[in-house]
T-cell receptor, first 110, second 112 residues
């Protein structure tokens, strides 16, 4: 099982749609979880951290399920500007360092 | 408010040449790292440092060297470039490991 797995997509959705991404991780000792956004030919940028109780930032909601070892990202009312690749990031447990998933590509159409 | 600065943005090398990718951060971050990103492979950790004078290998360290003589700088050296090292390289820093990473703009390297 790969350490951090994501559905590569692409997810093609119309403006205004709600879209959800899931990510599974293999190390039960992981403690830090993040979602990053990467635009084409740009560097990854932090979208949001993921907390145990779940957290929301505007149209974005992140959830963590430790028992099943997955995190999710929900985007409501999609905008054209949300088109990007979304990277799931998890720490490597006792080995430290952050491990990146390969990303899920989102394309929001008018 | 520079953040993480990488140079150069683009580089073309011939097989066997050596070069150094520069990375500097002005946020007084202890943790710095280098990743490479290839199509279909995601971001893979090359080397990292948890403080000045301390470096360690990541997932794909072969063919690369690093040093951390100051908190601010973390250069990546390619000893003898190979076509397999054609990639986009990102430097990143964080207050400590497992904290959110701040990335530089990246260096697109082509080895012919």
């Amino acid at each position: 099982r790969k350490e951090v797995e994501q559905d590569p997509g692409p997810f093609n959705v119309p403006e205004g749609a709600t879209v959800a991404f899931n990510c599974t991780y293999s190390n039960s000792a992981s403690q830090s979880f993040f979602w990053y956004r990467q635009d084409c030919r740009k560097e990854p940028k932090l979208l949001m951290s993921v907390y145990s109780s779940g957290n929301e930032d505007g149209r974005f909601t992140a959830q963590l399920n430790r028992a099943s070892q997955y995190i999710s990202l929900l985007i409501r009312d999609s905008k054209l500007s949300d088109s990007a690749t979304y990277l799931c990031v998890v720490d490597g447990g006792s080995q430290g360092n952050l491990i990146f998933g390969k990303g899920t590509k989102l394309s929001v159409k008018p | 408010n520079a953040g993480v600065t990488q140079t150069p943005k683009f580089q073309v090398l011939k097989t066997g040449q050596s070069m150094t990718l520069q990375c500097a951060q002005d946020m007084n971050h202890e943790y710095m790292s280098w990743y490479r990103q290839d199509p279909g492979m995601g971001l893979r950790l090359i080397h990292y440092s948890v403080g000045a004078g301390i470096t360690d290998q990541g997932e794909v360290p072969n063919g690369y060297n690093v040093s951390r003589s100051t908190t601010e700088d973390f250069p990546l050296r390619l000893l003898s470039a190979a076509p397999s090292q054609t990639s986009v390289y990102f430097c990143a820093s964080a207050g400590r490991y497992n904290s959110p990473l701040h990335f530089g703009n990246g260096t697109r390297l082509t080895v012919t």
